[in-house]
């Protein structure tokens, strides 16, 4: 899927979209369901990532976890229990990730995982992990390209 986003509301307004879609599904699927976020400094991956917790009724607001790496919010939905919020910018590579935990939080199927700079850790992505691309148009232009690497 591909779209232009025209403001920060936008994208924001996609993300909840897409973030209700995901987890209406019940997959039978027996790991989590990963997102990777992709594009440069200040492309909108955080924003993105405000807009889909904002559509799964998160109440709590979501900053960027650039000093913490990852941050945990509780979902009170059925398919979901668990919303992971991972900023990559600084791990060295996936060892970092691995340091971390990742593993454990992977393989549990409740849980929903957006990574930003997932390209920096993407060795230890799994196969099927939703890949989300933004490209920097301008100044409010937004290209957002959604696919399934699968
Ligand atoms: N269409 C748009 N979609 C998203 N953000 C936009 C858009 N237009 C302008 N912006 C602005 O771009 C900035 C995006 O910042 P954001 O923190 O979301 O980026 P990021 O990709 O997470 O950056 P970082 O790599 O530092 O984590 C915000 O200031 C936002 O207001
Ligand atoms: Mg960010």
Redesign the pocket.
């Known amino acids: 899927m591909k779209f232009l986003?025209?403001?920060?509301k936008?994208?924001q307004k996609a993300a909840g979209v897409l973030a209700k879609k995901i987890t209406r599904k019940t997959l039978q699927k027996r790991t989590a369901l990963v997102l990777g976020?992709e594009?440069?400094?200040?492309?909108?991956?955080?924003?993105?990532v405000k807009g889909f917790a904002k559509g799964l009724g998160l109440k709590n607001k979501i900053s960027?976890p650039?000093f913490v790496l990852i941050k945990s919010y509780n979902l009170k939905l059925t398919t979901y229990n668990n919303l992971f919020h991972i900023?990559a910018?600084r791990l060295k590579d996936h060892e970092d990730l691995i340091r971390l935990g990742i593993k454990e939080i992977f393989s549990n199927p409740k849980n929903l995982i957006l990574i930003?700079?997932s390209d920096r850790v993407r060795k230890i992505l799994p196969k099927n992990y939703l890949r989300i691309h933004?490209d920097h148009i301008d100044?409010?232009?937004?290209k957002i390209v959604i696919e399934n690497d699968k």
């Not at 594009?39 to 993105?48: H, Q, V």
């Not at 100044?139 to 937004?142: S, V």
Request: aromatic share 10%; glycine share 10%; charged share 30%.
């Open positions: 986003s025209k403001s920060p936008e994208t976020l594009g440069e400094l200040g492309a909108g991956k955080t924003t993105f960027s650039t900023d910018y930003e700079w933004i100044e409010n232009e937004r």
